[in-house]
């Protein structure tokens, strides 16, 4: 008990919060902080979490469980449910192919083979290179300009495989 | 903040207002095509004639016609400009003096707006989401107000199940009754839950409404808590959303500014919190018992009810789960009276719905009008009909729905007349399509985007729908035999009935509603049997085709 309280002393005087000294850890504990340490705002923080660092790294995951009290399982689990929270690292640029309907009935399936083709990769993978992550997403809200895309967080609309490979070159490795 | 002071605010906001009013697009649709610095450049454009005293720029929520974004319009004279580059803007602000802008032009009497009613949007693109006092010079704040004064929680209740509002949010439910339900059980707390998690691909109501008029919703929300007695309200927001979320954000800091949110509501004993959750990119977050758990920080999988969650919701406390819409209808039912609302619709579907019109349609956006109106009228006249080729089907509901054929187009869109056509009023996505896209491609379509979305925690989902997925696809490679579309129409049945949650119940719907309108190009691909030979047996499932019968 005494050293639990201890220990606990320590935790909030010394600087790092993880023993990598990365700063991002202490401002993640911050946020962890104003959310009391619940274990009910596990998605919460895993969102500041995932902005912090880009991604959510396995240290990282068992990071939150330890400051929520959580096992790293259920952790892991929710990473794992929600499409949003990746994994791995995402590559250089980021292209976000829309698949909702309006989109679909437009023919985003023919954008989505074109570049799946030209990159060598699937939707939801990266390219070897690191240059282009491909993902797909449902209905980005512009159903009115389908078929959308979102390249490097531009939102661009009525697109034809063509214009869309041709804003991505350069960055794809069989093209 | 009390009632003398909100209409002194709301007088003083319309006094200080300038003839001229430019207003710009400045919600999700138009924002991808460049709108703000439209707005930036108009603002400087007005500035630079030194018309500052005369005109108002502001930057406003959807102006419905999206296709045409984005979009500027200038009152009185109502002139409506189509896809405004920043360019654009001097000469619009030189045209104010006169002449033409040389600029595209809508028609703001055209059909798609004249034949539209507004109840939901009725602020949209007028008031400025950003700022509590543009709504509240839109008698903002007023229901809840009146509710706090002049009314008790039961007469709230009773005024809402008057009106006849059913839930917008997919089945519904009529919300008069689901509140009472709520104010009912004594608990030492309740909760009111929002459900922005619009998860249907291809509808952007909710949204539209967050963006544009965020005040509306949170009022609708406060209103809720007074009635059924809950002070703590969660808004459950699309983590895909991040515009929406933003606005949602100011709204609720700027309530709890004046006085309207927060504690001590109007000066009265009535206190009401809200916050935010963003969601994480989970279609079966929009089930309600989904939404609760996502809310506690696990993993979204629906549980089994009742309990329905008005008894045991969040922490176990009373919750009550509305839609964005259906909150948003509040506030007017409240100012106006059950009767005028009761007075919009049908005898069984009261008021009016906001649809997201898209696909093969000349004229996408949103569109309201009144429940009972027909898919005709929607699709032709206020959607211009099909620009190429001619209108084949109308999907609703999204993939817990049908497709609608054409020659049923005259169906008046209300609850139970969708739900016989095997489709649902669902949230208000409405995609239309042309002779030009394949209807089985369509079921798989739906088909895969609920395979992808299943939480897996029951079978008959999770398994299900790969089954049925992989089913189509040997139909539409033309491998399928008879057997297989019995199998299919068995499996659509069985799905169907043992699913967990209404994401397993209802993802058969588009392969039921397309088989039963557009059987033809199902059987038209269906590999006769092998005549004088030995007949071969069904082909050994191999692991491709994953056939396991169940029966
Ligand atoms: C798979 C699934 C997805 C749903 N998605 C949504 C949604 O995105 N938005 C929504 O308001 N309701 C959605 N619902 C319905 C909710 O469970 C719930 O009925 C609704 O929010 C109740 O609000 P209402 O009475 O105002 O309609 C969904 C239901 C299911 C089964
Ligand atoms: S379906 Fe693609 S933006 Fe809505």
């Excluded at chain 1, 401002?27 to 998605?43: N, P, Y």
């Excluded at chain 2, 018309?51 to 319009?73: A, F, N, T």
């Excluded at chain 2, 004064?149 to 839930?167: A, F, Q």
């Excluded at chain 2, 619009?198 to 544009?212: H, K, Q, T, Y």
């Amino acid at each position: 008990m005494a050293e639990a309280a201890k220990t606990e002393v320590i935790k909030k005087k010394a600087g790092p919060a993880h023993p990598s000294g990365d700063k991002r850890f202490k401002l993640l504990e911050v946020t962890m902080k104003r959310h009391q340490f619940r274990s009910d705002a596990l998605i919460e923080v895993m969102h500041a979490a995932q902005e912090l660092f880009g991604f959510l790294e396995v240290d990282l995951m068992f990071f939150i469980a330890r400051y929520l009290k959580l096992p790293p399982s259920r952790v892991f689990g929710v990473a794992t449910f929600y499409n949003l929270f990746s994994l791995r690292p995402k590559g250089e640029h980021t292209c976000v192919l829309c698949t909702g309907t309006a989109c679909y009935v437009k023919g985003a399936d023919a954008l989505l083979d074109a570049v799946e083709k030209l990159a060598g990769i699937k939707a939801g993978e990266t390219t070897e290179d690191g240059k282009l992550s491909l993902v797909t997403a449902r209905c980005l809200g512009a159903c009115g300009i389908a078929p959308a895309v979102v390249v490097d967080g531009t939102v661009k609309g009525l697109e034809t495989p063509d214009s869309l490979v041709q804003q991505l070159k350069g960055w794809l490795p069989n093209g | 903040m009390d009632r003398h002071e909100l209409h002194e605010l709301g007088d003083k906001e319309r006094r200080s207002r300038p003839r001229l009013r430019i207003r710009c697009c400045t919600a999700a649709g138009c924002l991808s095509a460049n709108s703000q610095a439209v707005l930036d450049k108009l603002k400087h454009a007005v500035a630079a004639q030194g018309l500052e005293d005369e005109v108002e720029v502001c930057g406003v929520g959807c102006l419905r016609l999206c296709c045409e974004g984005p979009l500027v319009q200038v009152d009185p004279q109502e002139v409506l400009y189509q896809k405004v580059s920043p360019e654009h803007a001097t000469p619009i602000v030189g045209a104010l003096l006169g002449g033409s802008a040389g600029v595209t032009q809508g028609d703001p009497k055209s059909p798609f707006f004249a034949l539209q009613s507004s109840v939901v949007l009725d602020n949209c693109g007028f008031v400025e989401p950003e700022r509590i006092e543009s709504y509240i010079a839109a008698d903002g704040y007023q229901a809840l107000a009146h509710a706090l004064h002049e009314m008790e929680p039961g007469e709230v209740i009773d005024e809402i199940t008057r009106s006849g509002l059913r839930g917008r949010g997919g089945a519904g439910y009529p919300t008069g009754v689901k509140w009472s339900m709520v104010a009912k059980h004594a608990a030492a707390r309740k909760y009111i839950v929002c459900n922005a998690d619009e998860g249907d691909p291809g509808a952007f109501m909710n949204r539209s409404v967050l963006e544009s008029d965020p005040h509306k919703v949170l009022e609708g929300m406060a209103i809720a808590g007074y009635a059924v007695g809950a002070s703590h309200g969660y808004i459950y927001v699309r983590g895909e959303y991040p515009l929406a979320i933003e606005r949602l954000k100011i709204g609720i800091k700027q309530a709890n500014k004046m006085g309207l949110l927060g504690s001590r509501i109007c000066s009265l004993p009535f206190d009401f919190t809200i916050d935010i959750r963003i969601g994480a990119g989970a279609f079966v977050c929009g089930e309600e018992t989904a939404l609760m758990a996502s809310i506690m920080g696990e993993r979204g999988t629906p549980k089994p009810r009742p309990p329905f969650p008005a008894e045991t919701g969040l922490w176990g406390y009373p919750t009550l789960v509305n839609n964005v819409e259906t909150f948003a209808n509040v506030p007017g039912i409240i100012r106006r009276g059950a009767a005028w609302f009761a007075g919009i619709g049908t005898e069984k579907s009261k008021g009016t719905k906001v649809f997201c019109l898209t696909g093969k349609v000349k004229n996408t956006g949103l569109v309201e009008v009144p429940l009972g109106t027909s898919l005709r009228h929607i699709v032709e006249d206020i959607g211009g009909g099909c620009p190429d080729g001619k209108v084949k089907a109308v999907q609703t509901g999204g993939p817990s729905g049908g497709c609608i054929p054409e020659d049923l187009l005259d169906t008046p869109v209300d609850y139970e007349s969708l739900t016989a056509l095997g489709s649902i009023m669902g949230s208000g996505g409405m995609i239309v399509m042309d002779d030009k896209n394949d209807m089985v491609d369509v079921a798989r379509f739906f088909m895969n985007f609920c395979m992808d979305e299943s939480c897996g925690k029951c079978i008959p989902c999770r398994a299900g729908t790969v089954q049925l997925s992989r089913l189509l696809t040997k139909i539409i490679d033309g491998r399928a035999l008879n057997e297989d579309l019995k199998r299919l129409e068995a499996l659509c049945g069985m799905v169907k009935e043992t699913s967990l949650c209404g994401l397993g119940q209802t993802a058969p719907n588009p392969v039921l509603s397309t088989l039963r309108f557009f059987r033809h190009e199902y059987v038209s691909r269906i590999k006769p049997p092998t005549n004088g030979r030995p007949k071969p047996k069904v082909p050994a499932a191999s692991a491709d085709d994953g056939v396991y019968t169940p029966f």
